[in-house]
């Protein structure tokens, strides 16, 4: 339920391109064990605007107090914006510059 109102807010927010939310699954690494799993949220926004906007929103405010409230959490989340995609063509085979 909390997850659920959090993505069909988020994904109805002007600016958002993607919303999920993954379960880790079990590998060498994992964070999750018997008592604690763990999700990340991936989204794409049309820009950093827009984040800002959706952390505004009554969606986005009330999954996070009810995240420290009920107890969800077991660690502190985090927000790390990130620019598109890297063009490894473009960097593999660089264009020389145009002479004048």
Do not use: Y
């Not at 794409?44 to 405010?61: D, I, N, Y």
């Not at 077991?74 to 660089?94: G, K, N, R």
């Amino acid at each position: 339920e909390l997850a659920h109102s959090l993505v069909t807010g988020a994904r109805s927010d002007d600016g958002c391109r993607k919303f999920d939310i993954h379960q880790e699954i079990t590998w060498v690494g994992c964070v999750s064990d018997s008592e604690t799993t763990c999700f990340s949220l991936v989204a794409e926004w049309a820009g950093a605007t827009f984040v800002e906007l959706h952390s505004k929103q009554p969606h986005s405010v009330a999954f996070n107090q009810r995240l420290f409230s009920e107890g969800v959490v077991a660690q502190m989340p985090s927000l790390t914006l990130f620019a598109p995609p890297l063009d490894l063509e473009a960097a593999v085979h660089p264009t020389a510059p145009e002479k004048p």
